[in-house]
């Protein structure tokens, strides 16, 4: 498997060529970059091919791979919304997504399919991001870029069995799962899932909790929350899982960039071997 780390794991207004150098140094093999809001380095929903270009040839220059795609956008524009513009502005979001990731030659994206709460019901959350999601599957199936569901705090898709059968409904190769090992311990545990989840898990994201917190709070740096990572480990390794295990994890306050040393130890430890 291989080590990642997110862009949201570095100081915010950090170079994309700096960024790129630290985690060459840090001994990571890829980087997963976000469609940022306007403003934020690197890409954004007004990135052109030739600037997606450029940065793709950036990270090759140090070495780095680029093989995933998230954003923070479609928290404002859910695929669930009551409001037929907001669905489509996040439509567009993904389709962005999927554009850009095809240019760097990236084979999945991230997609936060909805989130359910009290002017969205749920079963309201699932057909609506579903009818989207249908759509979007035939752009994802164009560009030969696959679309990644992740399991979040968003009170929706909260069983294995129930994830299995939202991605199987569509009948596409080009939609799965974004599996979030961290996010599953306040409902589960990540081990059963990747078990029954299996080939549709396309990529995985890796962060730690304390369950006893019960809130936000609980997320903690990596080998110090409740994840059991030996099974996590081995139940990756029996499902033949062998790309990007990327770590997105909040930053030290003091010294932020020894986040991303100290990351790359943790996940030297996750993924079988010794700390360097």
């Not at 999945?108 to 019901?121: D, H, I, K, W, Y």
């Not at 129930?162 to 569509?170: I, K, N, P, Q, T």
């Not at 599996?179 to 409902?187: A, P, R, S, T």
Request: contains cysteine; aromatic residues 8%.
């Amino acid at each position: 498997m291989l080590k990642g780390i997110n862009q949201w794991c570095f100081p915010e207004g950090l170079p994309l060529q700096q960024l790129f150098k630290i985690s060459r140094e840090a001994g990571y093999d890829a980087v997963e970059l976000n469609v940022n809001p306007l403003g934020g380095v690197g890409l954004t929903m007004k990135t052109t091919p030739m600037e997606a270009e450029e940065i793709g040839r950036m990270a090759k220059e140090y070495g780095i791979q680029l093989r995933s795609l998230s954003t923070s956008l479609l928290w404002q524009t859910p695929l669930s919304s009551a409001e037929v513009s907001v669905r489509e502005q996040g439509r567009h979001v993904v389709e962005k997504q999927l554009e850009l990731a095809e240019l760097l030659g990236i084979d999945t994206v991230l997609v936060v399919p909805g989130a359910v709460n009290e002017e969205t019901s749920y079963d309201e959350c699932y057909d609506r991001s579903r009818a989207e999601l249908a759509l979007l599957v035939k752009e994802a199936e164009k560009r030969r870029v696959r679309i990644g569901i992740e399991n979040v705090w968003n009170k929706f898709l909260l069983s294995p069995l129930e994830m299995r059968a939202y991605v199987d409904d569509l009948q596409s190769a080009y939609l799965g799962v974004y599996f979030d090992v961290g996010n599953i311990l306040h409902n589960g545990y990540p081990q059963q899932w990747i078990k029954i989840l299996g080939s549709r898990i396309f990529k995985v994201h890796v962060k730690d909790y304390r369950p006893g917190v019960g809130t936000g709070h609980g997320f903690v740096p990596l080998l110090s929350g409740g994840v059991n990572w030996t099974a996590v480990r081995s139940t990756l390794e029996g499902i033949g899982y062998t790309d990007t295990v990327t770590a997105e994890v909040g930053l030290y306050a003091e010294s932020p960039l020894q986040t991303v040393y100290d990351t790359s130890r943790h996940l030297d430890i996750i993924l079988g071997g010794a700390a360097r």
